[in-house]
């Protein structure tokens, strides 16, 4: 299967990726994961997103195409790939279409996390993550055994730097203005399923599943 998740900052698409993954043995490729690396070790790629992310604003196309295009090209990723947080333009949607079509293949489905954006600021200023695994957790929806201590490995977690009620406001604006379109181009394709991404997560899980059974 070739997934794309699609939603809001907040919408849960982090929280379901994994549960998606290891159910259908996909690699999980987020480029907002893979941008945070690269900025904790200061690569070249690091240092140029840095700002727009800090900002809240998009990094640009050529920028993250280059990431997705490298990234699918791995072995891990030939049996199916779970893309989350990618396309987020128009641009981007059309580039990896492109890049599926030199592969003879498509996108199967576009899972979209449709929810309020009054719910978002509560779960994004609650967010805790651990960052080795990407282990998510929220203060009040889903706590760790031990405030601020990831349960698996007892490291420390932490909150994202983007993760404030200033940011998260240029963040949305991004979502509606350049992401919503994309929403609207599978939706001519046929390829959208429309998930309650508002309800609590277990909930999510099982409409995820039948949208891909
Ligand atoms: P990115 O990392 O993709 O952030 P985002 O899209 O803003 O999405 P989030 O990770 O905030 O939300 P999520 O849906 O994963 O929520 P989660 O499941 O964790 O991008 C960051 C930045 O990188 C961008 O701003 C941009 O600068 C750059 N970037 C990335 N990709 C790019 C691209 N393609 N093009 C250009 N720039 C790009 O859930 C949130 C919280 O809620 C958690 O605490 C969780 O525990 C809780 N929660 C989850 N589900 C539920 C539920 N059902 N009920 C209650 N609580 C829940
Ligand atoms: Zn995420």
Redesign the pocket.
Known sequence: KRLILI?P????????SPIIKDEYCLCHL????M?RAAVAAKTPLGIK?KE??DK????S?DL?VGIIDEAIQKPSCQKGFIL??????VV?AEKLDEMLAKKSTKIDKVLN?AIDDVILEE??T???IHPSSGR???SK??PPKVPGIDDVTGEPLIQRK?DTAAVLKS?LE?FHKQTEPVIDYYNKKGAVVNLH?E???KE?TLEVEKALS
Do not use: C, N
Request: no cysteine.
């Open positions: 939603g900052p907040g919408s849960g698409k982090g929280t379901q987020a480029t907002g994961d941008l997103a727009a992310m809240g604003e998009l990094v196309d993250v989350d947080g990618f396309p987020r333009t981007q996390f779960r994004i609650g967010r805790w998510t957790y929220h929806f889903a983007d963040r991004a991404a309800k609590p997560p999510v």
